[in-house]
T-cell receptor, first 114, second 113 residues
Framework: AQSVTQLGSHVSVSEGALVLLRCNYS??????LFWYVQYPNQGLQLLLKYTSAATLVKGINGFEAEFKKSETSFHLTKPSAHMSDAAEYFCAVSEGNAGNMLTFGGGTRLMVKP | KAGVTQTPRYLIKTRGQQVTLSCSPISGHRSVSWYQQTPGQGLQFLFE???????NKGNFPGRFSGRQFSNSRSEMNVSTLELGDSALYLC????????????FGPGTRLTVL
């Protein structure tokens, strides 16, 4: 069975500082990995996805994530936080043979201080 | 192209009632998945439909059911509502099950009193 762990339910950074949101996964087969962002009272928006091509994945809004198989990690980073980045972020995994069934981590709420 | 639409956006029901939520996928998308989001349990997969057939089902009781129509629109039904069913129900669509990328709707906020 697949699972996702996001370390830190809340992360606070200053505007302009590095954003690092941690995600570790377990999967019995090579996984597809995703980061989604959710703003208040909205659905989920895909930030980026890993599908076994390049291990460093670039997404929207300046975010990127690196797939590290040896560490079973897929941490999300952004060099410089902006106030508009304040939201909840979810890491998710799917196994290719399981269709679109996503398993999500518990989420990390990112707060950006002025 | 219009995104995934879900109706209604907000719903209030009482315990014991049943509820039906609707999801219209992006035009051309034939796969629809449903997720439940609660503060305690987080985001959990409910079920996935493709070509009017349920392909996968999450670990939810039989009170939760769904279906998909020939135009790919999907509904989910919850019978005999319990307080714990209060949640944001999210629908996601993709071209087909192997498409990998899914697009989420804004969700239906269900409150059970």
């Amino acid at each position: 069975a697949q699972s996702v762990t996001q370390l830190g339910s809340h992360v606070s950074v200053s505007e302009g500082a590095l954003v690092l949101l941690r995600c570790n996964y377990s999967s019995s087969v090579p996984p597809y990995l995703f980061w989604y962002v959710q703003y208040p009272n909205q659905g989920l928006q895909l930030l980026l996805k890993y599908t076994s091509a390049a291990t460093l994945v670039k997404g929207i809004n300046g975010f990127e994530a690196e797939f590290k198989k040896s560490e079973t990690s897929f941490h999300l980073t952004k060099p410089s936080a902006h106030m508009s980045d304040a939201a909840e972020y979810f890491c998710a995994v799917s196994e290719g043979n399981a269709g679109n069934m996503l398993t999500f981590g518990g989420g990390t709420r990112l707060m950006v201080k002025p | 192209k219009a995104g995934v639409t879900q109706t209604p956006r907000y719903l209030i029901k009482t315990r014991g009632q049943q509820v039906t939520l609707s999801c219209s996928p992006i035009s051309g998308h034939r796969s629809v998945s449903w997720y439940q989001q609660t503060p305690g349990q987080g985001l959990q997969f409910l079920f996935e439909y493709f070509s009017e057939t349920q392909r996968n089902k999450g670990n939810f009781p039989g009170r939760f059911s769904g279906r998909q129509f020939s135009n790919s629109r999907s509904e989910m039904n919850v019978s005999t509502l319990e307080l714990g069913d209060s949640a944001l129900y999210l629908c996601a669509s993709s071209l087909e099950p192997s498409s990998i990328e899914q697009f989420f709707g804004p969700g239906t906020r269900l409150t059970v009193l």
